[in-house]
């Protein structure tokens, strides 16, 4: 069935990045910054003016809404879920998204700032999007289509289905959270309050891709207790905290174990954080892998290379401390193939070719799949996230609206 949709996708995501919602890592607050509600206030107002009664911004930052069913047969309640904030790792204030219409190949020079350029070299899907039209930003920030493409997407899939009651569907419930960036997207989720069966984030990378399987991982925390004394009377005294911190990363694998080194399916261990002074010095490291058995073999290496360092300081001793951060979706997504199945057979309507692949990396439905509702990762067309040059396509973010339709008839027919 061909799909007659007048969209809203465009404009609506030309609004929503202009919005600032970067998290922050450091703030204690949920959501991590207050201003991630200014775009979920807006997202509210849009919802209710679609007819969905029930939508709501709750204290946490989260939203929750329902798309009512309008079929007779009884069908699993979906989820679609996408996360509003931007990534700590470039500035999201004052984004100028750019329209470059009809994209012929050329190199796409952001005006302010023209050392950042755009190259087929350097970003290989663009040759994908011969004649489309390509959204950046200015040069001087992220653009922010990590998600709000995925929220842009949903949201015009959400009018479309509000305003076409001759697509039948089930109920579908519509979940948008904050700092996911940061790790901690779904920790206030209420899964009985969301009452879905499956779920699908809309967070991918290139069109007609469906990602069912991510990294697993584990945060490592090393402690180092050094020993301190006067610099002016110190020999032969000082254990200084910092420079063993420096050791064991110095110390660590040089042409393999790192993410500048592997790819694919290969793990490895990442330093993240050093902070300390001479008594004291904590080390942050994040380890990923798609098995837990690799995930406690890199453990072991990183480990070994510690007390291998420590054993020249007798008077010093470190911990290390793991933290289990979350687990490969597929385990839960094994269980219940249907729930990829039809995205599958979504994005086949849609006019793509389905792509399953595993992500280096997690969403928030590696942790939702272990709370009840497996929940693969569909398309929204992103790319270069978390810098100044990503960019995305109007086509394929139309494309993955599409999906999203396809998605909630298909899971009616088959009910």
Known sequence: MKLNI?????????R???IDTQSDP???????????????????????????????????????????????????????????DTAPDCSGANVKPIIHKNYQGQDIVLPDDPKQVLKTADHPHL????????????????????????VAEIMDAANFLMTHPEIKHGEIRILFTPDEEIG???????????????GYTVDGEMAG????????????????????????FAKGKIEHSIKIASEIIAALPKDTLSPE??????????????????????????IRDFTDE????????????????????????????????????????DKHPEVADNAEEAIKRAGLKPVRSSIRGGTDGSRLSFMGLPCPNIFAGEHAFHSKQEWVSVQDMEKAVHTLVHLAMVWEERA
């Open 6 to 14: 007048q969209h809203t996708v465009l404009e609506r995501f030309l």
């Open 209 to 232: 891709s469906l990602e069912d399987e991510t990294f697993s991982a584990d945060g490592v925390t090393i402690t180092i207790t050094g020993v301190s004394a006067h610099p002016g």
């Open 261 to 286: 080194t592997t790819e694919g399916r290969e793990g490895f261990i990442h330093p993240t954080l050093i902070d300390g002074l001479l008594e004291e010095t904590k080390i942050k490291f994040i």
């Open 26 to 84: 450091e703030s204690k607050t949920i959501p991590s910054t207050a201003k991630q509600k200014d775009l979920g206030k807006v997202l509210v107002k849009e919802l209710k003016a679609m007819g969905i009664a029930d939508a709501k911004l709750d204290k946490w930052g989260y939203i929750y809404a329902t798309i009512p069913s309008n079929t007779t047969k009884k069908v699993p309640v979906i989820c679609y879920c996408s996360h509003m």
């Open 184 to 198: 901690r997207g779904v920790d206030k989720v209420n899964i009985k309050k969301l009452g879905a069966d499956f």
């Open 127 to 150: 040759k994908d999007q011969i004649g489309n039209d390509i959204i950046t930003a200015s040069g001087t920030t992220l653009l922010g289509a990590d998600n709000k493409a995925g």
């Open 16 to 18: 929503y990045v202009k």
């Open 294 to 333: 690799k995930l406690k073999e890199h453990e072991a290496v990183l480990e070994k290379i510690m007390k291998k360092v420590l054993k020249k300081y007798p008077n010093s001793k470190a911990e290390f401390k793991v933290v289990e951060q979350y687990r490969n979706m597929k385990k839960v997504l």
